[in-house]
């Protein structure tokens, strides 16, 4: 009679509705959908419940980028008369404190939210034994439905001295503020981080394998994040790769680049160059689930190669979002236990924010991609300016936006903002984008004044 790794018997296989892999956004979300509608429901996880987002991710960054923000707006303040002392110093001990004790209570709101629904919660890590089982914490389960929600992890390059730097994980162990810190990566976690420490007094190095940033996203908005950066005081160093990285006697760092030119010395090296699916435990060769460059694809229904295995969230490498996540989690459980057969996700136009200095806000198509879907039928409308609040301030930073829009009744396909309060704006204009907007109705829609959103309607 097989044996599982943890000693667990067939005869002890226990009988579950849905397994779900991972406790991360989208775990969470597909687990407790589907307990909701009466599936009993496992749940395994090796780490903190909350995955990525949580514990190391979308929540503590938000926290530190409003920081960053708050010593900003200091710097600002006696632009509008107050008497502030925008040097008077930064107490990162006491925020991380604060900080990490807010993620403890929303893990631990997630474990009751759990139980509330009689979720169990198995910790441990999971591997297939076969294409409806697993094992885990010594136990064997099966279930007619197997979710794999197991998330991923940053990428270290594979150079000398590596494990030297950090990771975007380990910027949220930090005990103190670096004083001198390079960031290599050219995506939003690197732009995001680099804009944290700058706005916090970190003098910021940011390393880039091309002359761009953000290329996943419209063009001008890359463009015009890296200027903001530089006048934020961010250097720059662009054509280039990391080859060494180097510790010396009093503790200071030095990374080396490939083209020979030398940074440092640097208090921290942050590797911010992409992220891996978490897959190898798994044993996925066990159940036929086939792998693309490590991720798991999946079809519009998160459905797998293989019936009765699924896949949601970042180990799809698909919009590594965490409500896309969420969204995906829900409506696969909407589909297997609450029926709705043709419930899925639909892809396109989700919204997305990048946390920078000032956030950038997308949804829809860029430029580029309109053009070359649509070649000639497509409009661009484009404002730049100074926000109001910028009116009387030292700093000058601009907002850029961009409308993108197709064929004669020019429906809006693509909106991408950059400025001040990008992040909160974009969210109400998605829906329109998402209803099927023409620039007519934005054209129609009253503006409200003075505010930087209704440029946005006032575009000509």
Known sequence: MPVSSGGAREDSMEQFDLLVIGGGSGGLACAQRAADYGARVALVESGRLGGTCVNVGCVPKKIMWNASEIHEALIDAADYGFRVAADAGHDWPALRSKRDAYVLRLVGMYARNLANRKVEVIEGSASFTGPREISAAGRLFTAPHIVVASGGRPLVPGIAGAPLGITSDGFFELAERPARVAVAGSGYIAVELAGIL?????????????KDILRQFDASLGETALMMLREMGV??????????????????????????????????????????PNVESLALERTGVRLSKGFIPTDDFQNTNVAGIYAVGDVTGRMPLTPVAIAAGRRLADRLFGAQPERHLEYEFIPTVIFGHPPIGSVGLSERQARERHGAAVRIYVSTFVPLYHAMTVRKPHTHMKLVTVG?????????????????????????????????????????????????????
């Not at 700058?198 to 091309?210: C, P, Y």
């Not at 909106?415 to 990008?422: E, N, T």
């Open 235 to 276: 250097a720059i160093e662009s054509d280039c790769q990391g080859k060494q990285l180097a510790r010396f006697g009093d503790g200071v760092l030095q990374l080396t680049l490939q083209d020979g030119r030398i940074l440092g010395p640097l208090d921290s090296v942050i590797w911010a160059i992409g992220r891996l």
């Open 408 to 460: 004669e009744e020019e429906r809006i396909v693509g909106a991408h903002v950059i400025g001040q309060g990008a992040d909160e704006m974009m969210q109400g204009f998605a829906v329109a984008v998402r209803m099927g907007a023409r620039k007519r109705d934005f054209d129609d829609t009253v503006a409200i004044h003075p505010t930087s959103a209704e440029e946005l309607v006032t575009m000509r």
């Open 198 to 210: 700058a706005g916090l007094g970190s003098k910021v190095v940011l390393v880039i394998r091309s």
